[in-house]
Nanobody, 114 residues
Framework: QVQVVESGGGLVQPGGSLRLSCAASGSIASIRTMGWYRQAPGKQREWLAS???????NYADSVKGRFTLSKDGAANTVFLQMNSLKPEDTAVYLCFLYNTRTYWGQGTQVTVSS
Protein backbone atom coordinates (compact mmCIF):
# COMPACT_ATOMS: atom_id res chain seq x y z
CA GLN A 1 0.00 0.00 0.00
CA VAL A 2 0.89 3.67 -0.30
CA GLN A 3 1.19 6.09 2.59
CA VAL A 4 0.75 9.84 2.15
CA VAL A 5 1.58 12.14 5.06
CA GLU A 6 1.22 15.93 5.16
CA SER A 7 2.92 18.35 7.50
CA GLY A 8 3.55 22.06 7.91
CA GLY A 9 0.12 23.38 8.79
CA GLY A 10 -0.57 25.76 11.60
CA LEU A 11 -1.83 29.19 12.55
CA VAL A 12 -0.76 32.17 10.47
CA GLN A 13 -1.86 35.79 10.29
CA PRO A 14 -3.51 37.21 7.17
CA GLY A 15 -0.87 38.07 4.61
CA GLY A 16 1.51 35.50 6.01
CA SER A 17 3.03 32.41 4.47
CA LEU A 18 3.26 28.70 5.12
CA ARG A 19 5.00 25.84 3.37
CA LEU A 20 3.26 22.48 3.44
CA SER A 21 5.02 19.23 2.68
CA CYS A 22 3.71 15.87 1.56
CA ALA A 23 5.77 12.70 1.80
CA ALA A 24 4.71 9.53 0.02
CA SER A 25 6.04 6.06 0.70
CA GLY A 26 5.31 2.47 -0.20
CA SER A 27 4.75 0.84 -3.57
CA ILE A 28 4.74 4.01 -5.64
CA ALA A 29 5.01 3.99 -9.41
CA SER A 30 7.60 6.22 -10.99
CA ILE A 31 4.97 7.96 -13.08
CA ARG A 32 2.25 9.55 -11.01
CA THR A 33 0.35 12.74 -10.36
CA MET A 34 0.58 14.44 -6.98
CA GLY A 35 -1.01 17.55 -5.61
CA TRP A 36 -3.22 19.23 -3.08
CA TYR A 37 -6.87 19.72 -2.21
CA ARG A 38 -8.41 21.57 0.68
CA GLN A 39 -11.68 21.24 2.54
CA ALA A 40 -13.20 23.97 4.65
CA PRO A 41 -15.96 23.27 7.19
CA GLY A 42 -19.30 22.72 5.49
CA LYS A 43 -17.81 22.95 2.00
CA GLN A 44 -16.87 20.48 -0.68
CA ARG A 45 -13.32 19.42 -1.22
CA GLU A 46 -11.60 21.89 -3.55
CA TRP A 47 -8.77 21.03 -5.89
CA LEU A 48 -5.84 23.44 -5.59
CA ALA A 49 -2.83 22.25 -7.54
CA SER A 50 -1.33 19.24 -9.30
CA UNK A 51 1.97 18.23 -10.80
CA UNK A 52 1.84 15.73 -13.65
CA UNK A 53 4.28 12.89 -14.37
CA UNK A 54 5.86 15.15 -16.97
CA UNK A 55 6.46 17.85 -14.37
CA UNK A 56 3.80 20.32 -15.48
CA UNK A 57 1.95 22.18 -12.75
CA ASN A 58 -1.64 23.38 -12.75
CA TYR A 59 -3.43 25.62 -10.27
CA ALA A 60 -6.96 26.52 -9.36
CA ASP A 61 -7.90 30.10 -10.09
CA SER A 62 -8.48 30.71 -6.40
CA VAL A 63 -4.80 30.20 -5.58
CA LYS A 64 -3.02 31.03 -8.83
CA GLY A 65 -0.26 33.54 -8.23
CA ARG A 66 -0.22 32.91 -4.48
CA PHE A 67 0.49 29.19 -4.14
CA THR A 68 3.37 27.30 -5.73
CA LEU A 69 3.67 23.53 -6.03
CA SER A 70 7.10 21.98 -6.27
CA LYS A 71 8.67 18.54 -6.05
CA ASP A 72 11.80 17.16 -4.49
CA GLY A 73 13.46 15.31 -7.34
CA ALA A 74 15.41 13.02 -5.03
CA ALA A 75 12.48 11.94 -2.87
CA ASN A 76 8.76 11.28 -3.09
CA THR A 77 7.94 14.63 -1.58
CA VAL A 78 5.99 17.62 -2.82
CA PHE A 79 5.65 21.07 -1.31
CA LEU A 80 2.99 23.74 -1.39
CA GLN A 81 4.31 27.23 -0.76
CA MET A 82 1.40 29.43 0.28
CA ASN A 83 1.84 33.20 0.27
CA SER A 84 -0.49 36.13 0.90
CA LEU A 85 -2.78 33.94 2.92
CA LYS A 86 -6.35 35.04 3.53
CA PRO A 87 -8.88 34.01 6.17
CA GLU A 88 -10.83 32.20 3.45
CA ASP A 89 -7.81 29.94 2.96
CA THR A 90 -8.57 28.35 6.32
CA ALA A 91 -9.13 24.64 5.72
CA VAL A 92 -7.75 21.18 6.10
CA TYR A 93 -5.18 20.73 3.35
CA LEU A 94 -5.00 17.27 1.83
CA CYS A 95 -2.25 15.81 -0.30
CA PHE A 96 -3.03 13.23 -2.95
CA LEU A 97 -1.14 10.80 -5.13
CA TYR A 98 -2.68 9.21 -8.20
CA ASN A 99 -1.58 6.41 -10.49
CA THR A 100 -3.97 3.46 -10.64
CA ARG A 101 -6.10 4.98 -7.87
CA THR A 102 -6.09 8.01 -5.62
CA TYR A 103 -4.32 7.91 -2.28
CA TRP A 104 -5.04 10.58 0.32
CA GLY A 105 -3.19 11.92 3.28
CA GLN A 106 -5.03 12.60 6.52
CA GLY A 107 -4.70 16.34 6.17
CA THR A 108 -3.00 19.21 7.91
CA GLN A 109 -4.93 22.14 9.37
CA VAL A 110 -4.22 25.64 8.12
CA THR A 111 -5.84 28.48 10.03
CA VAL A 112 -5.48 32.06 8.84
CA SER A 113 -6.56 34.44 11.56
CA SER A 114 -5.37 37.45 13.49
Amino acid sequence: QVQVVESGGGLVQPGGSLRLSCAASGSIASIRTMGWYRQAPGKQREWLASITPGGSTNYADSVKGRFTLSKDGAANTVFLQMNSLKPEDTAVYLCFLYNTRTYWGQGTQVTVSS
